[in-house]
């Protein structure tokens, strides 16, 4: 099978204007994936499907991602001129990360017998431009699957033929994977908690009061 | 209960049957408790292979499984009830004629199991509907699930007709209809019924 790097070159000749980048994981699998911009993802996904040497026609997963905005300083060498004289002097660089909500999907082929190829799709942001195009024409699978990245991390699947909520019901308003989710506070009755449960069970407490036995909304 | 247990083994022996009108009334509700076909997950094999040859809980009475809740004496609830799942359950609940009775099977049902903290889960159905009797385990075994249904028999043949302690439906101010939670936007409303279930309170 080819590497993350052919598989780029070869979807850019197919489909020309798409803007991809190849992502290295740093862990001992190896298991590269490709970033692929929305605009081009339903024409890049077709590609890969119809491929006679990739032939991707099995898509295994679909999951969601959310990278909240993180802060990020790192140490960089930097030349710089320095009392006339250009020296490399370690810089301290502050930038953002994340932001955005983010789709992965996983490929495999079942003719070919190859594969994982895994695919990134990222929104803008994570409040108001949540929007993705949905792989669900071209990779049936993707159906159930993006209907559950909706309904945990609320990514908008435009041309999803049925896009509502799949575990939640439908006039749930949260998110429940989202970084940001606040669980509803039911921690009334914990027999055995430690850690975090511990923690959250004796807030619990003290909002209610000592006795903890009258549940108020 | 009227009549020692003693004389009334010897005067058995002889042919001679005492019983009380108790007695007779729970014996015949005891041994024909017919549950619903009611599995919600994992302890739903369970409950399976408890009505297969090994195990077989026809033994004991339950000997069909109704698929309508309104011909069921008895409701297992086996499996993890999600916050998606609970009105059905207390409405499944309310469809069934008095005498009704419940088990809840496994950790899942009693309070949420080894899922708890999870953002679908209800921390126990006896948050909403009165449970009889509880089987710790997850599973629990088959046999476990005949134990609990000897425990619920025992329980029956203990209720009086009359008095204090009657079971609901000789009882006219028993609660007949308990209220179904509604799917809010953030949570189940309300999260608990509060005249069915007070949370203990445990020293943290």
């Avoid at chain 2, 009549?3 to 009108?21: A, N, P, S």
């Avoid at chain 2, 997950?41 to 408890?50: W, Y």
Wanted: charged share 25%; with cysteine.
């Amino acid at each position: 099978m080819k590497s993350v790097e052919q598989i780029k070159a070869a979807i850019e000749a197919a489909v020309p204007g798409a803007a991809l980048e190849a992502l290295t994981n740093p862990g001992p699998s190896a298991q590269h994936s490709l970033l692929v911009d929305p605009q081009h993802a339903p024409a890049i996904a077709r590609f890969l499907r119809d491929d006679e040497e990739l032939a991707l026609d099995y898509l295994s997963n679909v999951t969601g991602v959310d990278w909240p905005v993180k802060e990020v300083t790192e140490k960089v060498k930097v030349t710089k001129t320095v009392d006339g004289i250009e020296q490399s002097v370690e810089e301290t660089i502050k930038r953002t990360t994340g932001g955005y909500l983010e789709a992965v999907y996983h490929l495999y082929s079942m003719r070919k017998k190859h594969g994982p190829v895994t695919l990134r799709m990222r929104t803008i942001n994570r409040t108001d431009q949540v929007g993705l195009p949905s792989l669900t024409p071209v990779w049936r699978s993707a159906e159930y699957q993006e209907r559950e990245v909706f309904d945990l991390y609320g990514i908008v699947f435009s041309n999803h033929p049925d896009l509502r909520r799949i575990m939640m019901w439908d006039e749930f308003k949260d998110y429940p994977m989202r970084r940001d989710y606040v669980e509803p506070d039911d921690y009334d009755y914990e027999p055995t908690p430690h850690d975090d449960v511990l923690a959250k069970a004796r807030a619990h407490q003290q909002r209610l009061g000592a006795s903890g036995e009258e549940i108020s909304q | 209960m009227a009549i020692d247990e003693k004389l009334r083994i010897e005067m058995g022996k002889q042919g001679v049957f005492v019983t009380t009108l108790n007695e007779l009334y729970n014996w015949g509700r005891k041994n024909s408790i017919w549950p619903m076909q009611f599995g919600l997950a994992c302890c739903a094999i369970e409950m399976i292979a408890t009505t297969m040859a090994r195990y077989d809980i026809a033994r004991f009475g339950a000997e069909v499984f109704r698929p309508s809740p309104r011909q069921a004496d008895m409701m297992i609830i086996s499996g993890t009830v999600t916050k998606k799942m609970a009105p059905q359950v207390v409405r499944l609940y309310n469809q069934m004629a008095e005498p009704r009775y419940v088990i809840a099977m496994g950790a899942c049902a009693i309070s949420g199991g080894p899922f708890k903290q999870g953002y679908n889960v209800l921390k126990g159905i006896d948050r909403y509907i009165p449970v009889d009797v509880h089987i710790p385990g997850c599973p629990p075994r088959p046999e476990a699930l005949l134990d609990a249904f000897v425990t619920l028999q025992k329980k029956i043949a203990a209720q009086p007709l009359t008095g204090e302690g009657r079971p609901r439906h000789l009882d006219e101010n028993g609660t007949a209809e308990f209220p179904v939670p509604v799917q809010g936007e953030h949570d189940l409303e309300p999260p608990s019924n509060p005249t069915q279930w007070k949370a203990p309170f445990v020293i943290l």
